[in-house]
């Protein structure tokens, strides 16, 4: 199994409402990542959770919230988010290693939010 | 500052020819770098990386260069394949951080 699946593939959310992201992998891997990507645009990092603690969050604004409950599964909350907000969000995971030797990262399909 | 840098943004190319894709970055202290193959509506799907202490790795029609006096990777397709049309992303690692570039979108032409 080589696959990260996020759900749903699809989302259209108020700027009121509550909504989350959700992600998961069966491949052992141990960081799991979040990236925002907008229309021609590459992806960017929003957060990494390694050994399900973050380890790293890019200055992302605190209507995006983590959560990562297992080493499976990771979510992304979203509140009161703005219509700039919209984009796709991608989720990935590779295996942990330290040193400087890393490797490559899986992604999902990815989620796309509309802000309306 | 845009540290990955893809400055061609589109390139085509005739089936069976080599594609050649360019990537520039401005910091020596990436370890890995990585490409990225990309359909619309979905995620970037990894193809081939190499470390930084490597100049060159091969898998099958794809082969991925780096020159790190100039700071210049590049990735080789051959030979090119209408499957092979999508945009391709390069990416540099740095402790956990995938930084990507702006991406090229290839047409192979039948």
Redo the contacts between chains.
């Keep these: 199994d080589t696959e990260v699946t996020q759900t749903p593939k699809h989302l259209v959310m108020g700027m009121t409402n509550k909504k989350s992201l959700k992600c998961e992998q069966h491949m052992g891997h141990r960081a799991m990542y979040w990236y925002k990507q907008k229309a021609k645009k590459p992806p960017e990092l929003m957060f990494v959770y390694s050994y399900e603690k973050l380890s790293i969050n890019e200055s992302v604004p605190s209507r995006f919230s983590p959560e990562c409950p297992n080493s499976s599964l990771l979510n992304l909350h979203l509140h009161a988010l703005q219509p700039e907000d919209s984009a796709l969000y991608l989720c990935a995971s590779s295996h942990q290693r330290k040193g400087p030797l890393n490797t490559e990262a899986f992604f999902g399909q990815g989620t796309r939010l509309t802000v309306v | 500052d845009q540290q ?1 840098k893809q400055n061609s943004p589109s390139l085509s190319v005739q089936e069976g020819r080599i594609s050649i894709l360019n990537c520039d970055y401005t910091n020596s202290m990436f ?2 770098f ?1 490409w ?1 193959k990309k359909y619309p ?6 193809l081939i ?1 190499i ?2 202490i490597k100049d060159k790795n091969e898998d099958g029609r794809f082969t991925v260069f780096l020159n790190k006096s100039a700071k210049h990777l590049s990735l080789h397709i051959v030979p090119s394949q209408p499957g092979d049309s999508a945009v391709y ?1 390069c990416a540099a ?1 740095l402790r ?8 090229t979108e290839l047409s192979v032409k039948p």
């Design positions: 990955v370890d890995y990585l990225y509506a979905e995620g970037p799907t990894f990386s470390s930084s992303f690692s956990g951080k995938l930084i990507f570039g702006q991406g």
